[in-house]
């Protein structure tokens, strides 16, 4: 049976982690050390390398190799060729114990976690306890679990994993060292994507990928599993109809088309190709947010172009000179327009016709004001 592309390409030491260099080397710095903290604490969005980066920690502190060569010790990563290693990767490994705490979150499931605890590692130096959503956990397990992350045993490594870091009680913080995970910029993805597809002999267009890697919203897993998802269907070559088919995303050129009909104020081909992307069945919901920010990232280039830069690692250069020329066509009306569009999105959200918000805004701003 094949390896799921998520699996096949997860990253083996720190230097892969995709898009969190800083994090990669204060781990690597402290694995080269031997200086591993007892509890960490990794906040960030879903997709970002939270759970990766713990397994890292895991093979890393129990990695063999690294405990007979010294000299491969100081680089900080493991060998992934020793068993331990092997063992941890497999999933098989009974001194790397993952909880999910949204299925396990009571304080009966602490209570078994904090005998675990006591015990000595079967055949690993470390033990090594990772916990996913942890802001899942209840006030009561959270203050079962505070004690152990006070004082945990020599051969005890605690991580714990996090979507929603503001959830997390003071007195957890406080005991562990924390790292935010960023979302991976859509650059990153689609350069990473682009290896992938050509390791995996796939024929897809640079439009699709594009796309991909922006249905995605910084999450490189939710990526990994879209391109698994297109290379299960069998398509001989995949284009950017394929992959809209699929997430029911409109593309980014649609999206830059539309909003340039919108900003020279073509009222009549803006509604017909509403009209259009409603037949085809897109979430309509969905586009509008597209469109929003595409339109927010048009009228800051416009009145600050210096922010150029911070766009290169969300656009493609093709789709950056786009945005450029579409920042020429801007108007002080069009803010009261991009206005009007997220008073659409709020009302859409809620609406069994949702292009209905979306066609007044338009007709209000454009029709009216004209």
Same mark, same amino acid.
């Given at each position: 049976?094949?390896?799921?592309?998520?699996?096949?390409?997860?990253?083996?030491?720190?230097?892969?982690?995709?898009?969190?260099?800083?994090?990669?080397?204060?781990?690597?710095?402290?694995?080269?050390?031997?200086?591993?903290?007892?509890?960490?604490?990794?906040?960030?969005?879903?997709?970002?390398?939270?759970?990766?980066?713990?397994?890292?920690?895991?093979?890393?502190?129990?990695?063999?190799?690294?405990?007979?060569?010294?000299?491969?010790?100081?680089?900080?990563?493991?060998?992934?060729?020793?068993?331990?290693?092997?063992?941890?990767?497999?999933?098989?490994?009974?001194?790397?114990?993952?909880?999910?705490?949204?299925?396990?979150?009571?304080?009966?499931?602490?209570?078994?976690?904090?005998?675990?605890?006591?015990?000595?590692?079967?055949?690993?130096?470390?033990?090594?306890?990772?916990?996913?959503?942890?802001?899942?956990?209840?006030?009561?397990?959270?203050?079962?679990?505070?004690?152990?992350?006070?004082?945990?045993?020599?051969?005890?490594?605690?991580?714990?994993?996090?979507?929603?870091?503001?959830?997390?009680?003071?007195?957890?913080?406080?005991?562990?060292?924390?790292?935010?995970?960023?979302?991976?910029?859509?650059?990153?993805?689609?350069?990473? +994507? &682009?290896?992938? $597809?050509?390791?995996? !002999?796939?024929?897809?267009?640079?439009?699709?990928?594009? *796309? %991909?890697? #922006?249905?995605?919203?910084?999450?490189?897993?939710?990526?990994?599993?879209?391109?698994?998802?297109?290379?299960?269907?069998?398509?001989?070559?995949?284009?950017?109809?394929?992959?809209?088919?699929?997430?029911?995303?409109?593309?980014?050129?649609?999206?830059?088309?539309?909003?340039?009909?919108?900003?020279?104020?073509?009222?009549?081909?803006?509604?017909?190709?509403?009209?259009?992307?409603?037949?085809?069945?897109?979430?309509?919901?969905?586009?509008?947010?597209?469109?929003?920010?595409?339109?927010?990232?048009?009228?800051?280039?416009?009145?600050?172009?210096?922010?150029?830069?911070?766009?290169?690692?969300?656009?493609?250069?093709?789709?950056?000179?786009? +945005? &450029?020329?579409? $920042?020429?066509?801007? !108007?002080?009306?069009?803010?009261?327009?991009?206005?009007? *569009? %997220?008073? #659409?999105?709020?009302?859409?959200?809620?609406?069994?016709?949702?292009?209905?918000?979306?066609?007044?805004?338009?007709?209000?701003?454009?029709?009216?004001?004209?």
């Amino acid at each position: 049976m094949a390896l799921a592309i998520y699996r096949k390409y997860r990253p083996r030491i720190f230097e892969d982690l995709l898009g969190q260099e800083l994090i990669s080397q204060i781990l690597k710095n402290a694995a080269s050390q031997n200086k591993f903290s007892h509890a960490y604490l990794f906040s960030g969005p879903r997709g970002s390398g939270k759970t990766t980066a713990a397994r890292l920690i895991s093979k890393t502190a129990n990695c063999r190799t690294r405990q007979t060569d010294a000299a491969f010790a100081k680089l900080g990563e493991p060998c992934n060729h020793c068993a331990a290693c092997a063992e941890i990767d497999r999933g098989q490994a009974l001194d790397v114990v993952e909880i999910d705490a949204a299925s396990n979150r009571g304080i009966d499931e602490i209570r078994n976690l904090k005998e675990s605890v006591r015990l000595s590692p079967t055949s690993f130096p470390k033990k090594i306890f990772i916990i996913d959503e942890c802001h899942m956990l209840t006030k009561e397990a959270f203050n079962a679990l505070l004690k152990t992350l006070e004082e945990p045993p020599e051969h005890v490594i605690f991580i714990l994993a996090t979507t929603e870091f503001e959830k997390i009680p003071a007195t957890i913080v406080s005991r562990t060292q924390q790292f935010h995970f960023k979302k991976i910029p859509l650059m990153r993805i689609f350069d990473k +994507l &682009k290896k992938i $597809a050509k390791s995996e !002999k796939m024929e897809i267009s640079t439009g699709a990928l594009e *796309l %991909i890697a #922006a249905s995605a919203e910084g999450s490189f897993r939710d990526a990994e599993s879209l391109l698994d998802q297109l290379l299960s269907f069998g398509y001989q070559k995949i284009g950017v109809d394929e992959v809209e088919g699929m997430v029911g995303k409109v593309a980014f050129s649609k999206t830059a088309s539309f909003a340039e009909s919108l900003l020279i104020g073509q009222i009549d081909k803006t509604l017909k190709e509403l009209a259009e992307i409603e037949d085809d069945g897109y979430n309509l919901v969905q586009f509008n947010k597209d469109l929003i920010h595409y339109l927010r990232k048009v009228l800051v280039l416009k009145f600050e172009p210096s922010l150029e830069k911070a766009f290169k690692d969300e656009l493609t250069p093709e789709a950056l000179e786009r +945005l &450029k020329s579409h $920042a020429q066509l801007i !108007k002080e009306k069009h803010l009261e327009l991009l206005k009007a *569009l %997220i008073g #659409a999105y709020g009302q859409m959200r809620y609406s069994q016709f949702p292009i209905i918000p979306l066609e007044v805004a338009i007709i209000e701003s454009l029709k009216i004001k004209n």
